[in-house]
């Protein structure tokens, strides 16, 4: 018999540390004013003493809370992030160890604000195949990840975690998907360049003065990117499936991409959730964190005929969107 992932709990955690555009505007040449006009970010949540494996536990942790799953049911773990612990362990595999899901493989996805859009993909594809049960994560901690001289970059990130169980049932639940990228455009918007320090490495453009490792963004050209790229994306696959969405969950960069790209696609405005006003952009977080507000909210219901689209776009570039039903 065929089967297909559902989207069966939700859960997030934010670290406990709240940072206004007030605050950033004590030690850094900016303003309430032009953050939020400009971004509709008014706060973000940034880390203090944690790592991203302990905000993807925690986050986790609310999912075992939730839903009462014994741990050792799940099969499998993936965690979207671009601010991993390390290299090596990934993320996915400091989760197994820190919720004791000691039947599960797990692994990291990197794919930038799209992470969650590509894992959700990915784990509804081992679902297909066979596998029962999942948890899919997106986690950052961007703080680390930013210059925090740059205040045309580090007013716009904040830190979190949040996920998905995804089980098996018997009829689908994302009816349709299309996700892209475009390599060529990589160096819109890049971060944590990997020095090699190897005696034998003679690059010059390895050279610490040349190259920082730092988060860093041509505004203007992601703006772009979105109101081309990302809006025939979604689009293109409304059109093909003559789908009509109750809830557009976006990734969340910017309320003025979201105000245009919902004036482009002349789909009602408040269709649209957003939260960035209290998180800032948490990269491959930002769609789950979203998803878990609304569901607490009860806007969206998990056990309804609600339709539902999750666009990611970001770094890479890669961009993506799912249509759901719940
Ligand atoms: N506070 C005060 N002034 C600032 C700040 C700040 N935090 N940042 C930049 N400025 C100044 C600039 O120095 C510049 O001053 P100048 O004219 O004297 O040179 C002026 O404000 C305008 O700067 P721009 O970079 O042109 O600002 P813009 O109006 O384009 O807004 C923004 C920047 C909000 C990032 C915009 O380009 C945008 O919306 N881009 C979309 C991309 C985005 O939101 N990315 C988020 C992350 S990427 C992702 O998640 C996919």
Redesign the pocket.
């Given at each position: 018999m065929n089967q297909y992932g559902k989207i069966t709990y939700t859960g997030s955690y934010l670290p406990e540390r709240n940072v206004t555009n007030e605050e950033?505007?004590q030690f850094?040449?900016?303003?309430d004013e032009?953050?939020s006009s400009?971004?509709g970010i008014r706060s973000r949540h940034v880390v203090t003493s944690e790592n991203t494996s302990d905000l993807c536990i925690k986050a986790a942790q609310v999912l075992l809370d939730k839903s009462q799953i014994d741990p050792e049911t799940i099969d499998f773990i993936i965690v979207a992030t671009i601010t991993p612990d390390y290299q090596m362990p990934s993320v996915a595999c400091q989760v197994q160890a820190g919720i004791k899901a000691v039947n599960a493989f797990a692994f990291d996805i990197s794919a930038?604000?799209s992470g969650f859009i590509y894992s959700l993909s990915i784990g509804e594809k081992m679902i297909r195949g066979g596998y029962k049960r999942g948890i899919i994560l997106g986690g950052e901690t961007l703080s680390k990840a930013l210059n925090w001289e740059d205040?045309?970059?580090?007013?716009?990130?904040g830190d979190g975690a949040a996920g998905v169980i995804l089980e098996a049932v018997e009829k689908p639940h994302l009816l349709a998907e299309k996700l892209q990228s475009d390599g060529q455009r990589g160096s819109a918007?890049t971060s944590g360049f990997q020095f090699n320090e190897s005696p034998f490495y003679q690059s010059e453009g390895n050279k610490r003065e040349q190259s920082s490792s730092f988060l860093k963004?041509?505004?203007?050209e992601?703006?772009d990117?979105?109101m081309n790229d990302v809006s025939k994306n979604i689009q293109s696959l409304v059109d093909e499936h003559d789908f009509e969405a109750d809830y557009f969950l976006l990734?969340?960069?910017?309320i003025?991409?979201i105000d245009k790209l919902a004036k482009k696609l002349k789909i009602p405005r408040e269709k649209f959730l957003s939260n960035m006003d209290k998180y800032g952009?948490t990269?491959a977080a930002?769609i789950p964190i979203l998803l878990d507000e609304a569901v607490n909210k009860g806007i969206i219901k998990l056990d309804s005929t609600q339709q539902v689209v999750l666009t990611g776009?970001?770094?890479g570039l890669t961009w993506g969107t799912m249509l759901l039903t719940l």
């Open positions: 950033l505007s850094m040449d900016t303003s032009w953050i400009r971004t930038a604000c205040r045309t970059s580090a007013v716009l990130f918007l963004m041509n505004g203007r992601i703006f990117f979105t990734h969340q960069a910017n003025r991409i952009n990269s930002s776009f970001g770094g």
